[in-house]
């Protein structure tokens, strides 16, 4: 293979931060882009070759995100962490000889309880730990290699990850000293966890899975042969949206979208049909959502989804003449500001990734499309 054919292939790979990409996550395109307030398109400055898989906003002024750097490099391939301090990003030091692999997904409990979770180089899933005074390897008891963690959720004094175990979805729960390791009873994978809710798929349909009563229970999903899930946005026990796909076949993927209400989950309609690709989703709490993507149809702009009351929208940002595409992975809704910040990596012409962050002031309900 050559470095170029390999680079496609890889290109692939992030797309999901899973090597599935087959299941790639999918979402209809609307014609009708609606108007929004973009900032200029930005980057933590990783280093060549480099992506970003998740963001989190704790604050304005304290912002998170982790990714992976130098891809095509074996040796010094490395997981990074970011931070924003309101002016400026900086890289996040974690104290381990080790070293983390591609780190997938952040998660925090308060400004100096943050959690970070992906692949260590020892062939072992990578759980770190800390602040902006740096993160420190956590090593979970029962955890063997094989296993893959690529979700994490974190409270005060409990910490949640999910993957897979050979072929069934993992859970860890816990903190500090004491954490429990425990398989699903259902096939399948895990790739996302928030308040209780995680999904996934089992290979040949969606999988959502619900902490109630002390255990992890399966969820009763509509029947959608070939569905997957990859992330998901809690508002509350009543008000929840899962985002994935549905597989077709080889390049033959409908998007999908659930929500839930309190008392069973649905299928979102997405507006009008294209090949783009969906990946992740945030909310502001109060019934507005947004899904990140990729639309091949406009490769070279940003592309979102914004979807509120039963009805979803194209958001689009600008075009740069020195970018063939880009996939914007993970997004984050930032609540005292009212601003969405959204990760991922943008490739140029000669096939060379660099991180980017894009960032805009939605649109209120008071302005008209």
Aim: contains cysteine; hydrophobic residues 35%.
């Amino acid at each position: 293979m050559t470095r170029r054919s390999q680079r496609r292939a890889l290109s692939l790979i992030l797309a999901t931060s899973v090597a599935l990409t087959q299941v790639t996550p999918a979402a209809h395109a609307d014609p009708r882009p609606a108007a929004e307030a973009w900032q200029q398109s930005t980057s933590v400055r990783l280093q060549a070759d480099g992506s970003l898989s998740d963001v989190l906003a704790i604050t304005p002024d304290d912002v998170w995100a982790v990714g992976q750097q130098e891809i095509w490099d074996v040796w010094k391939n490395r997981g990074t962490i970011r931070h924003w301090n309101g002016s400026r990003w900086s890289e996040i030091g974690i104290r381990d000889a080790t070293a983390a692999g591609n780190l997938r997904s952040l998660a925090a409990a308060s400004a100096s309880d943050v959690w970070a979770v992906g692949d260590g180089h020892d062939g072992l899933p990578y759980l770190a730990h800390g602040d902006t005074n740096g993160f420190d390897r956590v090593r979970p008891p029962g955890l063997r290699a094989g296993d893959w963690l690529g979700g994490i959720d974190a409270k005060p004094g409990r910490v949640v990850a999910v993957g897979s175990r050979e072929k069934n979805g993992l859970i860890i729960t816990g903190q500090g000293s004491t954490w429990t390791v425990q398989q699903t009873k259902e096939k399948g994978a895990l790739y996302a966890v928030s308040s209780g809710f995680a999904v996934g798929d089992t290979g040949t349909r969606p999988l959502i899975v619900h902490y109630t009563g002390g255990s992890w229970k399966s969820m009763t999903l509509p029947s959608i042969p070939g569905g997957y899930l990859r992330d998901i946005q809690v508002d509350s026990p009543k008000r929840a949206v899962a985002v994935g796909g549905i597989y077709r076949g080889p390049g033959d993927i409908s998007p999908l979208a659930l929500i839930w209400n309190g008392k069973r989950w649905s299928r979102l309609r997405l507006p009008g049909s294209s090949e783009a690709r969906l990946y992740g989703v945030t909310g502001d709490g109060k019934g507005r959502y947004w899904m990140t993507g990729y639309d091949p149809e406009h490769a070279n702009v940003p592309f979102m989804l914004r979807c509120e009351k039963g009805s979803c929208t194209i958001i689009r940002g600008a075009a740069q003449k020195d970018r063939d595409s880009v996939r914007l992975q993970a997004v984050t809704y930032v609540a005292d500001k009212g601003t969405v910040w959204a990760v991922g990596h943008a490739v140029d012409p000669d096939d060379q990734y660099t991180d980017v962050v894009e960032s805009f002031v939605p649109k209120t309900s008071t302005q008209k499309s």
